[in-house]
């Protein structure tokens, strides 16, 4: 199945911005963000087709998967 993955902040650094990517069918967000070697604790927000999504979810064929990083302040 292939959807597009659009990565946000430094979550682009030494990645993409935007990429159409395969994945196996049943591939949950949560796999998707560890293939690219990124840390849970270090995501913020996960939606797709820009509604909020949780980790289990499983994207579809010609969706879009945006990941955001957790923004910290002070």
Known sequence: MRFTVKLFAYF???RFRAEVREYPEGTTVEEVIRSLGI???EVGVTMINSRHCTLDQVPAEG???AI???I???
């Open 12 to 14: 682009r650094d030494n």
């Open 63 to 65: 969706d879009q998967l």
């Open 39 to 41: 840390d849970l604790e």
């Open 68 to 70: 955001f990083p957790a």
């Open 72 to 74: 910290g302040g002070g």
